[in-house]
């Protein structure tokens, strides 16, 4: 099974950007979805932005317009650019990488918006 790694996230403050960034040990072209999930505490995770293997993006209406997914097949990576971040995108995200034998998910990386 594929391993992913989340990079990127720290301490913003309001209206400011992150790139967050997942690595993958393999090759990521077999996984027809990847996507960005976040957790706040006492809260589900749910979707922030999600990529196909043709390069289909959606996106929640929370985070349409300021959060941008890619990914790059080539260097195995799967990025989201957030931009005007909010106090309430703080949350740990997750990278998610869904294949036709199941999903994996990385360890998380906290993202904290406070001034």
């Known amino acids: 099974q594929v391993q992913l790694v989340e990079s990127g996230g720290g301490l913003v403050q309001p209206g400011g950007s992150l790139r967050l960034s997942c690595a993958a040990s393999?090759?990521?072209?077999?996984?027809?979805?990847m996507g960005w999930y976040r957790q706040a505490p006492g809260n589900q995770r749910e979707l922030v932005a999600g990529i196909s293997s043709g390069g289909t993006t959606n996106y929640p209406d929370s985070v349409k317009g300021r959060f941008t997914i890619s990914r790059d097949n080539a260097k195995n990576t799967v990025d989201l650019q957030m931009n005007s971040l909010k106090p309430e995108d703080t949350a740990v995200y997750y990278c998610?990488?869904?294949?036709?034998?199941?999903?994996?998910w990385g360890q998380g990386t906290q993202v904290t918006v406070s001034s």
């Open positions: 393999g090759s990521i072209f077999s996984f027809y979805f």
């Open positions: 998610k990488a869904r294949s036709f034998g199941g999903d994996s």
